[in-house]
């Protein structure tokens, strides 16, 4: 749901290497991209709810969404007479889709059983706050005092949450799963870079996403156990899921981030926590409580401090 800024909320990736793209006005099929890539990576936290809750395991939910995925990322590029990356690159692209999707989708499919979907959509949105950290510990970045103060405001948002949330007082460990999740994409996010300037947003993302799905070959002899099994609800979400917030999803993001600055286009981002919690309130009737919403609450604020006035680049 993106993330760079994966971008900056969820680990999808802003490209920082594209052309300098501030002198052209925003036009208006360029909102309307954004506000798609957001309604509908906003609208994965509950659609992953009804899929668990329509008898997918988390693995199931994970491999047949971006099976789906995979297929129509394949047509498009079959379509556009897209070369395949170069072998050399394979073992790192895979990694990237290790982080970004194998990892990141069953770590926060398994954690959305027992955390509500708007709760889960505010702690994966911490995921720049560790994606800071680690350009800190790789690529030599300082942290400004606005961002180690971000970072601690964060993190104590993501403590309420897991420590005194939906579940009451004690370690919520399904929220720590979908913690784990943010920390895969920010991982997804470091080891993205290196292949933007070669590949672009769409081509490095179909490639991520095509290895991280074939690491999940090994649950297919068990999706097709539970697709016999589950509800036309939850099969239609799984499907939907690869559709819209993933193929659909991407491919607007890619278009986003052509035509706005990288630092405008990733500050969109910071709303899909609230779009995720209306969306699942208007489709499930769940909402986060008080401790959980102001958790939320601190977590996007301390991104916004780390990713706004939080980072000095370290000089070339």
């Not at 990322?73 to 050399?88: C, E, G, I, V």
């Not at 939850?234 to 993001?253: D, H, N, S």
């Not at 986003?256 to 600055?261: A, D, E, G, R």
Request: include cysteine.
């Amino acid at each position: 749901m993106n993330l760079t800024k994966t971008d900056s909320t969820r680990p999808l990736p802003t490209n920082s290497d594209a052309q300098d793209k501030t002198s052209s006005p925003i036009t208006a099929l360029s909102w309307f991209a954004a506000a798609v890539t957001l309604l509908l990576w906003a609208s994965a936290f509950p659609e992953i709810s009804v899929a668990l809750k329509g008898g997918y395991s988390p693995y199931s939910v994970a491999l047949l969404r971006y099976l789906t995925a995979s297929v129509l990322l394949a047509l498009y590029m079959l379509f556009r007479r897209t070369p395949l990356p170069d072998w050399r690159d394979l073992p790192g692209l895979t990694v990237v889709g290790f982080f970004g999707f194998t990892l990141y989708n069953i770590a926060l499919n398994a954690g959305q059983q027992q955390v509500l979907p708007g709760v889960a959509s505010f702690l994966i949105a911490s995921a720049p706050v560790f994606i800071a950290l680690l350009a800190m510990l790789f690529n030599r970045e300082r942290l400004t005092w606005i961002g180690w103060a971000g970072i601690a405001l964060s993190l104590i948002g993501v403590g309420v949450i897991s420590l005194i949330g939906e579940a009451g007082i004690g370690i919520n460990v399904y929220a720590l799963l979908v913690l784990l999740a943010a920390l895969a994409g920010a991982g997804y996010a470091t080891t993205l870079k290196r292949y933007l300037s070669k590949y672009g947003v769409l081509r490095t993302t179909t490639y991520a996403i095509w290895t991280g799905t074939a690491l999940m070959l090994i649950y297919l002899p068990g999706l097709w156990q539970e697709m016999q099994t589950a509800t036309t609800s939850g099969t239609v979400a799984v499907i939907y899921l690869g559709i819209f917030p993933g193929a659909i999803g991407y491919m607007c993001w890619s278009y986003v981030l052509s035509k706005v600055p990288a630092s405008i286009a990733g500050s969109f981002l910071y709303m899909i926590p609230l779009l995720a919690t209306f969306i699942a309130w208007l489709r499930l009737g769940e909402v986060p409580g008080p401790p959980s919403f102001v958790g939320g609450l601190l977590i996007i604020l301390g991104v916004i401090a780390v990713n706004r006035f939080g980072r000095v680049k370290a000089a070339a």
